[in-house]
Every structure is written in structure tokens, then in C-alpha cells.
């Protein structure tokens, strides 16, 4: 496939934006950016890559016939220098390479709630973009605080938080302040559709959820079911598991338990949108879905997490208990035009751009193909950390003395390169947390 997709970027008479497709991963966004780009300026090509082109390709053969679409079964396209933009989302599983003549713009799949937590950072969820930084120019942020970062503390985090080793992009590296692409995408479908809002959706988090035990995503699952069942006699439901679990044995033994309800559909759509549409209330045990409802339809969520600990609650409720869960479930059901005041409200004074992200991204990657600027950018010169590391607890003694109070946990990128330096003299312990008197 590369050397098709070469061929086809060398012979492209318009400069060539590449929008590369990752299974589940701002799947329905990606493909709405490559129809939204001007073909009279633009040669817009979408790429999926092999491992996660199942559902993706699917759904490109029905939605993309007017733009060329190529399965890769690799991400490293550095050898193509015909390439003007490419847009990839932030998480990099494959960490895609392009040449150093191409811009590469990453989009945060959901709302920036990911790169912050209450009072301090959270690494195993920073590390998500950290790690794209030395691949792409661009970082998509759906609000100007990034969370409760302002701009300068990024610049002083994301240059701190880098080693220096191998190949790095340099130069300036752009912020901008876009706005959310994912709700806004689902704003515009469900006003062209005009569908009514007669579910409740239950939506749980990836099972891959640190903050939960393999026995409390289960049991979670059965409280959200039962709750809706037992306080919502006549409403339909829609159960939808996250797209990377629908392989995983427990959610097909859940599935298989459950299927023979009228009331309940499991929805196994790559896209989310149908769902969202017709939702009434959205329910989840954590899932970052909720907030990309909450924001593009003004209608609430509630999480139920009967554990403490990492939620944020917003743009609806956060609950402990089945009975409480029950009565907001009723409450919302029955005062959704109340509550979508209230939602609104918050909408309107915390997330910058409603409305505006699609157009904002398709000038910005105009701006980069043109070497433009943008008065709504924010750009900073990038500064690679480096240091004469002659043992792993320089590098513990340096990541504690340059990350903020409380973020104490090593990202892959930071422990995959402490092993290749120190392969025989640092064996690393797991879970990956510093503590005082550990030995690495």
C-alpha cells in the first residue's frame, strides 16, 4: 500500500492533506474534517491504519466515495515528502511517523478534562499528548485553559517532561485554540435529524480503565441495567460498550445474558452519533463520553461510581449508590427541559467555540500548508530536556524534581527510554509510582 499512496501523493497537482484513521478514535470526526476540506485547494486522502480498519473501513466505503481512502499496514510515513498536512488523533499507538516537510496536527478525541485532573496533573493521562509532542506541530485543544493549565505551564511541562533521544520535530510547537470538534459534529447530525429523544444510554468506560477493578466494571454494568430498568418501566434502552471492548469475554457473556430483553439494545454502530441523538439521559460508571453529550445535546449525564476516586463530575451527576442512582435517573427522565437549562449554562461559560471547531481547524491547516499564522494560535519554541543520566536514580531524582506535586507516575515513553538506557541495571517496578524509599 505505501508505495500506492506515494505514488499517489508525488502525482497530486494541490497540496495533500492526509487525515490518518485509528478504530474508534475520533473515527466519525476524521471523516467529517475530510469531507469539510475544500477539493478545489486541498487533495484530501483519508488512510486507515490495517490493525483498526475492520469497522473503519466499513464505514469509509459508504461515507467517503468522493476521497481517496488507502488500509496501511504501517504508520511511518516519513519517507513521503509530497505530503502538506496531516491530521491524526492524540492517541498514537503506533506513534505515526511523517517527513519533517509535513505539518501533522493532533486532535484530542475527547473533551481536555483528560490533561488535568482537580489540583494537579495526571500523568497516565497527560502522557497521552506528551508523547505525540516530539512527532506533530499542532495540538488541537478543545478550551484555552487546557484544563486548569494555562498556556505557560504547558510550555513549561511539555518541555520538561521530554528527554532528549532520538529524532525530535523542532522549531515552534503550535496550541490551538479550537474548540470541540466531537460534540460539534454531534450537534450538527442531530439537528439534521431531527430524531426524538426517547433512550436511556448506558455507556461504560474501556475496560482498560485503571480506576477500576475487572469485578467493579462488571458489577457496575448490572447496577446501570437494572437501575434504568427498575425506575424507568416504560423507557427503551441502549446499552453500548466501548467500541475496543466488544471482542473482550465478559462483554459478550453480559451481552449474550441480556440480549433477549425487549426493552434493551446493545448498539455495536462505529458511530456514536445515532445513539447520542436520541438519548433522553446518558449514563456511564466514568466513560469521557458523557461529557461530549453533555456538551453537544445540553442534556445531563450521570455517572454512578460507587468507588472513590479519579472522576470529575460534569455536566450532570455524580452519584454513589443504586437508590441514588434511581432517583436522578427518574428526575432527569422526567425534567430533561429543566435540566437542559442548567447544562447550557455551564456549556456556555466553560467550553470555548461552540459551534466554530470544524471551521477553525479547516483554516488552521490552510494556515499550516501556506506557513501562515493565526492570531488565535499560541505557539512556544520547543526545548528538549537533556542531562548526563549515569544511573536510573538520576532519572528518578530529575522526573521528581521536574513534575508538579502529586504527579508522580513515569510515562511509557519516559520508562521505554530509561530501559534502553539502563537494559541491565534498572529493573523497574510495577506499578509504575515513585514512592520514598523505592529502588529502581
Known amino acids: 500500500m505505501i508505495n500506492d499512496f506515494k505514488l499517489f501523493c508525488d502525482k497530486s497537482d494541490l497540496p495533500v492533506v492526509v487525515i490518518l484513521v485509528e478504530h474508534g478514535l475520533l473515527e466519525d470526526v476524521l471523516f467529517a474534517v475530510a469531507l469539510k476540506i475544500d477539493q478545489t485547494e486541498f ?25 481517496p481512502v488507502f488500509v496501511s499496514d504501517t504508520v511511518d510515513f516519513s519517507s513521503i515528502d509530497t505530503i502538506s498536512v496531516a491530521v491524526v ?6 506513534r505515526p511517523a511523517f517527513s519533517y516537510k509535513t505539518k501533522v496536527i493532533a486532535c484530542p478525541h475527547y473533551f481536555s478534562e483528560y490533561m488535568a485532573s482537580d489540583d494537579n496533573i495526571t500523568l497516565n493521562r497527560l502522557r497521552l499528548v506528551t508523547r505525540l ?5 499542532a495540538l488541537f485543544v478543545a478550551q484555552a485553559e487546557l484544563g486548569n493549565l494555562n498556556y505557560a505551564e504547558c510550555e513549561k511541562l511539555f518541555n520538561n517532561v521530554l528527554p532528549a533521544a532520538g529524532q525530535r520535530r523542532e522549531g515552534l510547537f503550535t496550541l490551538i485554540k479550537g474548540g470541540y470538534l466531537k460534540a460539534d459534529l454531534v450537534r450538527e447530525r442531530a439537528e439534521a435529524e431531527q430524531v426524538e429523544k ?27 441495567l437494572q437501575s434504568a430498568l427498575n425506575s424507568l418501566p416504560d423507557a427503551k434502552i441502549i446499552f453500548r460498550f466501548h467500541p475496543f471492548n466488544w471482542e473482550d469475554r465478559l462483554v459478550k457473556k453480559f451481552m449474550d445474558e441480556f440480549s433477549g ?14 445513539s447520542f441523538t436520541r438519548a433522553k439521559v446518558y449514563l456511564t460508571n466514568c466513560s469521557a463520553g458523557r461529557i461530549t453529550f453533555s456538551i453537544a445535546t445540553d442534556i445531563p449525564n450521570i455517572m454512578y461510581k460507587p468507588h472513590k476516586g479519579g472522576e470529575i463530575a460534569r455536566f450532570g451527576f455524580l452519584v454513589r449508590s443504586q437508590l441514588e442512582l434511581e432517583k436522578t435517573l427518574r428526575e432527569c427522565y422526567s425534567n430533561s427541559s429543566l435540566m437542559q437549562k442548567e447544562i447550557l449554562k455551564q456549556r456556555e461559560s466553560e467550553v470555548l ?5 470544524f471551521e477553525i481547524l479547516l483554516d488552521s491547516i490552510k494556515a499550516l500548508a501556506f506557513s501562515e499564522d493565526r492570531s488565535y494560535w499560541t505557539s512556544f519554541e520547543r526545548r528538549y530536556v537533556s ?18 506535586p502529586g504527579a508522580n507516575a513515569i510515562p511509557d515513553h519516559i520508562r521505554e527510554y530509561l530501559v534502553s538506557i539502563f537494559p541491565e541495571g534498572a529493573p523497574i517496578p510495577l506499578p509504575l509510582v515513585f514512592h520514598e524509599g523505592d529502588n529502581i
Not at 488523533?89 to 503506533?94: A, V
Request: aromatic residues 10%.
Open 387 to 404: 542531562g548526563d543520566w549515569s544511573s536510573a536514580h538520576d532519572w528518578r531524582e530529575w522526573w521528581k524534581s521536574t513534575t508538579l
Open 43 to 67: 487533495n484530501p486522502v483519508v488512510v486507515l491504519t490495517e490493525s483498526r480498519a475492520r469497522l473503519s473501513r466499513n464505514f469509509a466505503n459508504g461515507k467517503l466515495d468522493s476521497i
Open 133 to 137: 509532542l516530539p512527532h506533530c506541530d
Open 261 to 274: 430483553l425487549d426493552r434493551v439494545v446493545f448498539d455495536t454502530n462505529p458511530s456514536t452519533i445515532p
Open 353 to 357: 467555540g461552540v459551534g466554530k471547531s
Open 89 to 94: 488523533s492524540d492517541i498514537d499507538y503506533d
Open 198 to 224: 426517547d433512550i436511556v444510554l448506558i455507556a461504560p468506560t474501556s475496560l482498560s480503565m485503571r480506576n477500576f477493578t475487572e469485578e467493579q466494571h462488571q458489577n457496575s454494568w448490572y447496577v446501570m
